[in-house]
C-alpha cells in the first residue's frame, strides 16, 4: 500500500495530523498502521510507552558510559525527536536516541582535552552531517554511495565497535560476577521469548546485573537521595576546537549509514517511496546532534530497537514517536530520576559493553554480508584489513597540536586506501574492479 499523490497533498503541516487507521482498535492481517495513520489514543499512547522501554537501555548507556548527564541526554533526544518527526513531515517513523558511534570519540576526547572540548565535537559532527543531508536532498545520493562503498563503509562501523574492547574488558574487570551475570541474562533473554522482552534484552539484562549489584553492596544512593524530584537538566556548552574533529567525523559516515538503513527499512515494511525525505532525515538528525552537543548531550541517532517494536506491531504511526518524545522530555526533568539512572555500577556497563560492542563491530560484518562484499579481491581486503587493526589497536598520530587516533586513522585508511587502490587498478587492470560487481546490487551509503 503507498501513499497517493493526494495523500501527500492533503496531510496536514509538518506530519501532525493522522487518520484512524481502520475502527482504532487493531491491525488486520496483511495490513499495516503508516506513518500518517494512527490507533485510538490510549493504544497510541501504550505504543508510545513501548517505544521509550525500547531505546532506554540503550539511549541510558551512552552517558553512563562517557559520563554525560543521564537526564540531559534524555532531553535532548526527545527535543531531537521530535525536530526529526517535524523536518520529515512525519513521514519517517523514527526514535531518535544516543548513538554508540560516539562513545570512543567522547571518551578519547575528554581524556585528551576536556568534555566541553568533547561536546564542541558533537556539535561538528552534528554539522557535518546536516550539511551532507542538504547535499543530499538537493543532489541526491549516488555520490555518496561512490565514497562509501559497502566495503568502506562496513570497516568504518566494525571499527568503531571494536576499538571500545579495551574499555568494555576495563570497566567489566572492576566486578567480574556482576558483568558476567549482566552478559548471561542478556543472552538468555535474547532466545528466551519473541515478543518485546527478546527486543530489549539489553535493559532486561542491565536491570539483573543492577540487581545483582545491589545484593553485593556494589551501588550507593547519596546522590539520588540528594537530588530533587523535579528540576532543569544541568546544561554545558561546548568549547569547539578542531584539534578533536578527526575523532568524531568518522561517526559521522556511521550516522549516514544509520539513518539511510533506517529509512529503507521502513519503506520496505511500510511500501511507502521514503527516498525523497532521506536528505531530510540526515538534516534532522545532524541538527539533533548538533543541538545535543551545544547542551550537554550525546550525538543522536534512528534507534533499530525500535524498527523492532514496528516490526512486531505492525504500527508505524508517527504520532507514537511523538508520545514517546514527550514522556522522555517529562522524564528528563526529574533529577532524582536522572541520579537513579547514574547509580549503575561499572561491572553492569562492562557487561553490558561487551555485548554492544561487539554488536557494532559485527554489524560492520553485517553490510559486507548483505551487500556481498568480495573479499577474494585484493583490493576489498587490503581496505578492510588495514582500517581494522588501525582502528583495533588505537594507532595514534600527533601532527603539532593534532592529535588522530585510531578510529580518525582507521577511518582515513578504509577511505583513502580503498580509492587509491582503486584509482592505480584503473589505470594497470592488475585485478578486477571491486565496484563492478556491487553495483549490480543495492549497497549500504
Given amino acids: 500500500m503507498t501513499e497517493t499523490e ?66 540531559t541526554t534524555l532531553f535532548f533526544s526527545g527535543i531531537g525527536t521530535m525536530l526529526f518527526l517535524v ?13 554508540f558511534a560516539f562513545i570512543a570519540p567522547l571518551a578519547a576526547a575528554s581524556k ?40 568502506v563503509t562496513g570497516a568504518i562501523v566494525a571499527l568503531i565497535g571494536l576499538n571500545l574492547a579495551p574499555s568494555a574488558k576495563a570497566n567489566f574487570m572492576k566486578s567480574p560476577v556482576t558483568a558476567l551475570v549482566t552478559v548471561v541474562v542478556i543472552l538468555l533473554v535474547t532466545v528466551a521469548t519473541r515478543t518485546l522482552l527478546s527486543r530489549i534484552a539489553i535493559l532486561v539484562g542491565v536491570a539483573a546485573g543492577y540487581g545483582t549489584a545491589l ?31 578527526g575523532l568524531f567525523i568518522p561517526a559521522v559516515l556511521v550516522l549516514v549509514a544509520e539513518n539511510v538503513g533506517h529509512i529503507r527499512s521502513v519503506a520496505s515494511m511500510t511500501g511507502e517511496d521514503l527516498d525523497p525525505v ?12 548538533t543541538l545535543a552537543g551545544a547542551g550537554g548531550g550525546s550525538g543522536t541517532t534512528t534507534y533499530a530497537e525500535n524498527i523492532g517494536v ?40 562492562g557487561g553490558a559493553g561487551v555485548v554492544l560492542y561487539g554488536m557494532i563491530g559485527l554489524l560492520g560484518a ?28 588505537d ?18 585508511a578504509a577511505l583513502g586506501g580503498f580509492h587509491l587502490m582503486r584509482g592505480i587498478n584503473l589505470v594497470t587492470r592488475a585485478v578486477p574492479d571491486p565496484l563492478m560487481k556491487a553495483s549490480s546490487s543495492d549497497p549500504h551509503p
Avoid: C
Fill in 6 to 71: 493526494h495523500d501527500q497533498a492533503t496531510r496536514p503541516p509538518f506530519g501532525l495530523g493522522w487518520t484512524v487507521h481502520g475502527d482504532g482498535r487493531g491491525v488486520r492481517p496483511g495490513e499495516v498502521v503508516l506513518p500518517g495513520e494512527r490507533l485510538s489514543w490510549p493504544r497510541t499512547m501504550g505504543l508510545g510507552a513501548q517505544h521509550v522501554v525500547a531505546m532506554f537501555g540503550a539511549t541510558f548507556l551512552v552517558p553512563l558510559i562517557t559520563g554525560l548527564p543521564p537526564a
Fill in 215 to 245: 545484593v553485593r553492596g556494589e551501588v550507593t544512593f547519596a546522590r539520588m537521595h540528594e537530588a530533587d524530584w523535579f528540576g532543569a537538566p544541568d546544561f554545558h556548552a561546548p568549547s569547539l576546537d578542531l584539534a578533536v574533529a
Fill in 278 to 289: 532521506t536528505g531530510r532525515a540526515l538534516i534532522a538528525d545532524g541538527l539533533a546532534t
Fill in 112 to 151: 585528551s582535552h576536556d568534555m566541553p572540548t568533547a561536546l564542541g565535537g558533537v556539535v561538528m559532527a552534528g554539522l557535518t552531517l546536516a550539511a551532507i543531508g542538504v547535499v543530499v536532498q538537493v543532489a541526491g545520493d549516488r555520490w555518496l554511495r561512490a565514497l562509501m562503498p559497502p566495503v
Fill in 366 to 393: 553485517k553490510i559486507w554480508v548483505e551487500s556481498r562484499v568480495d573479499f577474494g579481491n585484493p583490493i576489498n581486503l587490503m581496505t578492510a584489513a588495514v582500517a581494522l587493526i588501525i582502528g583495533i589497536a
Fill in 310 to 349: 514496528m516490526a512486531a506491531t505492525r504500527v508505524y504511526s508517527t504520532a507514537a514517536y511523538w508520545v514517546a518524545a514527550v514522556v522522555a522530555l517529562l522524564l528528563s526533568f526529574s533529577p532524582k530520576f536522572g541520579e537513579a539512572i547514574a547509580t549503575v555500577p561499572k561491572g553492569v556497563l
Fill in 87 to 99: 523536518i520529515t513531515a512525519g513521514r519517517v517513523p523514527s526514535y531518535l536516541g544516543s548513538s
Fill in 395 to 412: 594507532f595514534t598520530w600527533t601532527i603539532g597540536d593534532l592529535e588522530f587516533a585510531g578510529i580518525a586513522l582507521g577511518t582515513a
